[in-house]
């Protein structure tokens, strides 16, 4: 009796969740749809804002398209990134995935992959006539995400590494650094003079665990996270253990901030564009905030690049950048129909241009009319891409999504509490993925 109970409460909890999306998600009265048309509603979850980015880009193209078909409705609804997966994985589990929704790539995918919930990109892309609309590079480096395909749309196509404030090098007589020793110098100084040396948004964990990843590529090279899937190496070698040790040592330093678990992405955001901050490790994806002449007060001439610095004895490049293509967004395999076809075809072949011409966003789709204005920060991170000679992963991109929780919450105590040690840190994760 007491299990049939649970099965009731259960389906319950999951009917009430099903009613509440569809009540978030609603908006405006919906258009007028000729008699004996049937309505279809293209619902889109995402933890973009959505007047911002690609969201942004999205809801115009699916407003034009809606003027000319108003039995096409679409409806946004925004989740934060921490609730995100859980979010996702419950609407799975009920056979009620959104039309499109943002996801991480790698193993959290690969599950909804194998339970067929994902619609298979290049085979309706192709089918579309879409995948010359896509890079090429981006397409193969989402499929390197996963087994079995391309199961995502490449929104962003980014390089990671380090911005940093002219003015301030400028002020100190400070250069770009091309070791991590040098980096760590300019920070001590810096923090002597009463400047907070890097903005971090520990708040969203993430920003914590790229600075790991960023020290282990340089150590052991741009593939190191996928020789860690394979076997080949642990996460308790020597030089993951340092490359916890070095950030665990930059956050007990200050050179963080003082409470940067309480810090959120847009607050790091805005303390490097308002000068409060001389560096910050970030992916291009923030070009459209850097390019944001009321949000930037710095001013876009005044931001400068470099690549992730070298490590002593470390076998790791300065042409070796991560490379990703943001937090893609897939398909449901159930809701996908002709009609949800043809408003993908509708938006995905004008996605790459609008991007571009009004956000200065590079993209994983390619561009036929680029701006003769374009944005010198655009212009710099679009050689910058041409020149990576091999990509690396993010560091939790083949872990599942309990040694991703794992590695981001630990993250915050790592860089806030020095009797937590970098050993302890990846020893946890290590007998996570193991298991």
Known sequence: ?????????????????????????????????EPGASPTTIFYLSSNKENEGSARIIGELAQEYAAEHPEIRYKFENVAESDLNQRVQLLAASNDLPTMFSYQSGKPLQDLINSDAALNVEEAFTELGLMSTMNPAAAELLKSYADGGLFAIPLELNIEGFWYNKAIFSEYGLSEPQTWKEM????????????????VAGKDKWPITRLVNAYAIRMYGADVMERVDRGEIALTSPGFVEAAQVVQNMGLSGYFGPRVNTIDMSTSVDMFLQGKAAMFYMGSWQLRAFNDELRNQIGADNIGFFSIPLVEGGSGTLDEYPVNAGLTTSFSKSAYTPEVGEWIKYVFERYGDRAMNELGMVTGFNVSDMPENLPPLTKQI???IGEVTKGALWFEARFDTNAQLMAWNNAQLLVTNDDYSPLDYMTALQNEISN
């Not at 099965?7 to 009613?19: K, P, Q």
């Not at 920070?187 to 400047?195: P, V």
């Open 382 to 384: 679009q050689q910058k």
């Open 184 to 199: 760590l110098d300019i920070a001590a100084e810096l923090k002597e003079h009463d400047i907070q040396p890097f903005s």
């Open 1 to 33: 009796m007491r299990s049939k109970r649970l099965f009731i409460a259960s389906r319950l909890a999951l009917a009430i969740l099903s009613l509440s999306v569809l009540h978030a998600c609603g908006g405006d009265k919906d258009p007028e749809v």
